[in-house]
Structure formats: structure tokens, C-alpha cells
């Protein structure tokens, strides 16, 4: 098991920025396969990002391609979501997920989660 921890939401304006952190207890972070999802209100939680436990492998949703960039440090267990040219629409809670499994979006199969950290893009 692993515990994490995200950080880093807030509030910004569309078209800002933000860089979300998730530190993971542990010394097998490097073992896991990281996940990002997001869940907005009313809605159920999506997939937004993955990325292998080598860092080698990247998988995004294709409504955040090109704008997010997902990032791990397995030095400091971290990984890392960096969020560009935020959307109204990306206005959610944002959660870190890991799994052992060489699975990457389907949620499903990732067993830790972080508490996770709200983001609001104000139009």
C-alpha cells in the first residue's frame, strides 16, 4: 500500500496554469503506475492522465492532450500534473491514483487514492 497526498489546486483565471504535486509515502513508489482523474460536480470521475512507473510511458485523455503534461520523480515519490491553458470545463476535484498493474485509465483497477485537491477555473 501506498499513501498519497496531492497538492497544488486553487483558483485560476481561463487560460492560466497550474501544477498539481502528489507525494506518495513508501519506498516502492517506483514500483506504481501513477494515474491523475478528476471528478467535476454532478459528474463521474474521468481519467486525465497516467503515466508508467519508469516514466518512459504517458497516457492522456484526449480532452486534456497537448494541454497537461504528466511527470514523476521517483527520488522524491512525486508525480507531478502540470496544467496549461485551463479550461472552465476542467473545473474539478483532482485526484492521484497508483497501481501496480500496466493498467492506465480505467480507474478500476487503481487501489490508492489521495484525498484530492480542487481546482476552479473561473471564465
Known amino acids: 500500500q501506498v499513501q498519497l497526498a496531492e497538492s497544488g489546486g486553487g483558483l485560476v483565471q481561463a487560460g492560466g496554469s497550474l501544477r498539481l504535486s502528489c507525494a506518495a509515502s513508501?519506498?516502492?513508489?517506483?514500483?506504481?503506475?501513477m494515474g491523475w482523474f478528476r471528478q467535476a460536480p454532478g459528474k463521474e470521475r474521468e481519467f486525465v492522465a497516467a503515466?508508467?512507473?519508469?516514466?518512459?510511458?504517458?497516457y492522456y485523455a484526449d480532452s486534456v492532450k497537448g494541454r497537461f503534461t504528466i511527470s514523476r520523480d521517483n527520488a522524491k515519490n512525486t508525480v507531478y500534473l502540470q496544467m496549461l491553458s485551463l479550461k472552465p470545463e476542467d473545473t474539478a476535484v483532482y485526484y492521484c491514483a497508483a497501481t501496480h498493474l500496466s493498467i492506465y485509465s480505467n480507474q478500476l483497477y487503481y487501489n490508492n487514492w489521495g484525498q484530492g485537491t480542487q481546482v476552479t477555473v473561473s471564465s
Open positions: 513508501g519506498r516502492t513508489f517506483s514500483s506504481y503506475t
Open positions: 503515466i508508467s512507473w519508469s516514466g518512459g510511458s504517458t
